[in-house]
């Protein structure tokens, strides 16, 4: 993870960092824990039942005013993940998850006229519960910059990051703490 921060120590975009995918599930709703928790459980445990030798896609993710742009890394051996940019106006949420504190989650809202639920939960382990923070911090920054850049324009779709303390959400979902993926 590149950790470029300005003199007053706000985040520099873009940041990039190094991540192994996951994968996506279907999100009931726009933005909260609440549409995150069991996708990410399921995505978990997906993960944990994997054959010996299959790998999770290996990914370098960057995040900047733009959005959330996926691409593999040189050593990735698992193409099972889509490459390219997640525009920041189709991302509605991102959060840190409160039970696999390694994991980043985030709501992407897809084209309503294409699909049946247009919201979609994706997954991605970071190396260390700081990084996984640190990666909700940055997305919460490109939500603010987009957010001024937008200012005098029709209202984009709503968006939300998570910035509460774990004990704070954990009290919101009344669910035991601290696992690791």
């Not at 590149?2 to 994968?23: H, M, R």
């Not at 370098?60 to 698992?78: I, W």
Request: include cysteine.
């Amino acid at each position: 993870m590149s950790s470029e921060e300005g003199q007053n120590g706000d985040i520099v975009l873009p940041q990039t960092y190094v991540v192994k995918y996951l994968g996506s599930r279907d999100a009931r709703g726009l933005w909260g824990i609440k549409h995150t928790r069991h996708p990410v459980d399921e995505l978990v445990a997906s993960a944990r039942s994997l054959q010996p030798g299959v790998t999770l896609p290996y990914l370098r993710l960057e995040v900047s005013d733009k959005g959330v742009h996926l691409s593999a890394m040189p050593q990735n051996q698992n193409q099972k993940f889509e490459a390219g940019l997640y525009p920041i106006e189709s991302i509605s949420y991102g959060v840190q998850d409160l039970v696999y504190t390694r994991v980043f989650a985030m709501i992407v809202v897809r084209d309503s006229g294409t699909e049946k639920n247009p919201f979609l939960c994706h997954a991605f382990v970071c190396d260390s519960r700081q990084n996984a923070r640190s990666l909700t911090l940055t997305l919460a920054r490109a939500f603010q910059d987009y957010s001024r850049s937008v200012k005098g324009l029709p209202p984009p779709r709503k968006f939300a990051i998570d910035l509460r303390s774990e004990e704070e959400i954990q009290a919101d979902l009344d669910i035991p703490q601290e696992s690791h993926a």
